[in-house]
Structures are given as C-alpha cells and as structure tokens.
C-alpha cells in the first residue's frame, strides 16, 4: 500500500478506495480516481508493484478492494493514517509521519528527476498547476540546462 501510495502521488483515501476493477495486471495500468475533483488517470505499474499486486491478489481472500485488514475489511483512512505513524516511529524517524507524505515525496521526487511541470500535474490529479508548482520551486534541476558550454 506504501509503494503504491507513494508511486502514484495517491491521497489516502485514493489509496483506500483502490480496488481492483481499477488495477489491470495483464496492461499494467492502474485506473487512478482522484478525489477532490482531482484528473482521473491511467498510470503504468512497474515491475516492482506488478509483483506486488499479483501475489497480494493471490494471497488475499477475494474482495473488490485492494487493500484489506486482517478482518477481512477494506482499510479505513484512519487505518492507513495509524499503519504510516507506526511505520515511522518504527524507523525512528525524529517527527510524525502521515500518509499524505507519500504524495508529497511523488511529487518532490518526480520534479526532483527533472519531469515536466505540466506531467507531474497531470500525474497527481491537480486540476490548478499552482498546487504542482510548489514541488518544482525547490528543485535544482529547473535550471540545469539554462546554460550549455
């Protein structure tokens, strides 16, 4: 649910709500609907996530939702809120974590390996570029090629 999360800049109730008529394993394509009015898209799913998901839907009893908890119910927000806060005070980690870092962490990371601006909007769902805009302002390579020797 993590790499999910954090690979498709997913808000956590996008995370929560994923199920799988949205998830296409043959096409590796994952059927992204945003919330808040957000863009829907269809993303590529990578290796890593394909074998993720595929022994996920083979070891999960069947449901229409992705991610399940050990009773057998769809993961609520507020579960995946304490699954992310446990995460991090198991690595240690010296302030609080919460799931909507992984959205944030997509989009620094995506402006940080120098993808267009209007790409990273589309990928994230922002209807506005000025909520995108904030993940390239910190970015070092928005001015890697303005001079060329």
Known sequence: M????????????????????????????????????????????????????????????ESRFVFMTERAAPITIAGFRKMIARTGESAEFPFPVHPHMLRHACGYKLANDGQDTRAVQHYLGHKNIQHTVRYTELSPERFKSFWED
């Open 2 to 61: 993590i790499l999910i999360a954090f690979r498709h800049g997913l808000r956590p109730a996008e995370a929560c709500a994923l199920r799988w008529d949205m998830v296409d394993l043959a096409q590796a394509l994952l059927h992204v609907r945003r919330v808040k009015n957000g863009t829907p898209s269809v993303q590529p799913l990578a290796g890593v996530e394909l074998r993720a998901l595929r022994k996920l839907k083979r070891e999960e009893i």
